[in-house]
């Protein structure tokens, strides 16, 4: 059973960072591309970093320079550094297993407010 466990996420202000973790288990972690998608209220879901099986990364122009996505295969987690964070970065942001069926985790939420 896949399973994908977010953590991480909390109250910043404008300008902080912050780290999001996903714990993935039930798979072989280190054959997926695995990717953090974000949805804000009354928004659709978007894709906010990608990384496929051998670490190459792909980020959509509205974060890229600031979030970096990395991978630890031997501790099958998957990471999110945020850095100058702002107030549209607020949404929940949920981990997922990419592929022909794609798994979310519950998501985590990011608050970004003074």
Known sequence: Q???VESGGGLV????????SCAASGFVFSIYDM?????APGKQRELVAHIN?????NYPDSVRGRFQI????????????MNSLNSEDTAVYYCARVGSLTSWGQGTQVTVSS
């Not at 990717?35 to 949805?39: D, P, S």
């Not at 990395?70 to 550094?81: G, P």
């Open 53 to 57: 099986r051998y670490g190459t990364t």
């Open 35 to 39: 990717g953090w998608y974000r949805q």
């Open 2 to 4: 896949v399973q994908l």
């Open 70 to 81: 990395s991978r630890d295969n031997a501790k099958n987690t998957v990471y999110l550094q």
């Open 13 to 20: 202000q404008p300008g902080g960072s912050l780290r999001l």
